[in-house]
């Protein structure tokens, strides 16, 4: 687990509802069309596209991304955990975890209680 992988975590997360949007908008249309033999009946058909398979694929290789992130959050202890679900939350704005965290440590004190989680004295 990288800390830049964990800064990541709200654009994976908007990438997978992106992707999913996408394949679930699914192309269709409507047609007319005839009998190839005796009698010739006008009929509708409907059309349908298939979904992207690469939209498949990069799903989920962000979704194990994902469950990576939240399994590595999962096993931190109590304070570092919930520094690391804020900044999953609200990114790396410092200021903002500050007040989201009602913590009285600068943004800056933050940054580096951070740092320290992905350093191997923390």
């Known amino acids: 687990m990288t800390k830049e992988l964990l800064e990541q975590y709200p654009d994976i997360c908007a990438e997978i509802e992106e992707l999913k949007a996408k394949d679930s908008a699914a192309v269709s249309d409507v047609v007319q069309a005839s009998a190839d033999e005796f009698p010739f009946n006008l009929h509708s058909v409907t059309v349908r596209g298939l979904p992207n398979p690469k939209h498949a694929e990069r799903i989920r290789e962000l979704e194990v ?19 690391a679900r804020c900044v999953m939350k609200h990114g790396t704005r410092w200021n903002v ?19 320290r989680i992905f350093s191997k004295n923390f």
């Open 97 to 115: 975890v500050r007040r989201a965290l009602n913590d009285s440590k600068s943004a800056d004190a933050l940054r580096m209680e951070f740092s």
């Open 65 to 83: 991304q994902k469950a990576e992130i939240e399994a590595f959050v999962g096993r931190l202890a109590y304070r570092p955990q919930k520094l």
